[in-house]
T-cell receptor
Framework: GAGVSQSPRYKVAKRGQDVALRCDPI?????LFWYQQALGQGPEFLTY????????KSGLPSDRFFAERPEGSVSTLKIQRTQQEDSAVYLC??????????FGPGTRLTVL | QKEVEQDPGPLSVPEGAIVSLNCTYS??????FMWYRQYSRKGPELLMY????GNKEDGRFTAQVDKSSKYISLFIRDSQPSDSATYLC???????????FGSGTKLNVKP
């Protein structure tokens, strides 16, 4: 497909477990973004990559959150020792440089 | 105080009505202003974006930006049931690599 894909679409974790969320951006898109969207809220910026370089991680809520994009394409958002407050939809978006962001469908994370 | 404020609604209107959606913001550095539509369990999709102040029209949609008042609006003419969704405003500075979103307004257009 031509759009941004994310996997898994749904993830249930027990509190304290580690999770890894994957994002496949649109081919050729230089920029990649991660957002967290709590229920009934707008997306909140987490981090931004330009190719493999993580240029802004100011939105990551704690050091339990880690993102990488080692080859400048696929990205993984990892959350260690998940907490109930981490329950949210995690959205990935990609764009050409300084252009429209295209969003994936998101991964809905539920921490029990 | 959040950088972008948006009335969460819900807003319920009859089919054919004109809808007005609004956001206010506090950061004068914002230069790009976007409106996204989000259907349930989907990612946001871009409807329109404008740079700096002014109006922009695209079909039934009109976006307005008033930087002096730090206020942006989206108007939907001849609203349709298929317009029922959550509408999110978003803003960024010149670098266009960090977007600030409003909380979204849920719109329901009744047939």
């Amino acid at each position: 497909g031509a759009g941004v894909s994310q996997s898994p679409r749904y993830k249930v974790a027990k509190r304290g477990q580690d999770v890894a969320l994957r994002c496949d951006p649109i081919s050729g898109h230089v920029s990649l973004f991660w957002y967290q969207q709590a229920l009934g809220q707008g997306p909140e910026f987490l981090t931004y990559f330009q190719n493999e370089a993580q240029l802004d991680k100011s939105g990551l809520p704690s050091d339990r959150f880690f993102a990488e994009r080692p080859e400048g394409s696929v990205s993984t958002l990892k959350i260690q020792r998940t907490q109930q407050e981490d329950s949210a939809v995690y959205l990935c978006a990609s764009s050409a440089l300084m252009d429209e962001q295209f969003f994936g469908p998101g991964t809905r994370l539920t921490v029990l | 105080q959040k950088e972008v404020e948006q009335d969460p609604g819900p807003l319920s209107v009859p089919e054919g009505a004109i809808v007005s959606l609004n956001c206010t913001y506090s950061n004068s550095a914002f230069q790009y202003f976007m409106w996204y539509r989000q259907y349930s369990r989907k990612g946001p999709e871009l409807l329109m974006y404008t740079y700096s102040s002014g109006n922009k029209e695209d079909g039934r949609f009109t976006a307005q930006v008033d930087k002096s008042s730090k206020y942006i609006s989206l108007f939907i003419r001849d609203s349709q049931p298929s317009d029922s969704a959550t509408y999110l405003c978003a803003m960024s500075g010149y670098n266009f690599n960090k977007f600030y979103f409003g909380s979204g307004t849920k719109l329901n257009v009744k047939p």
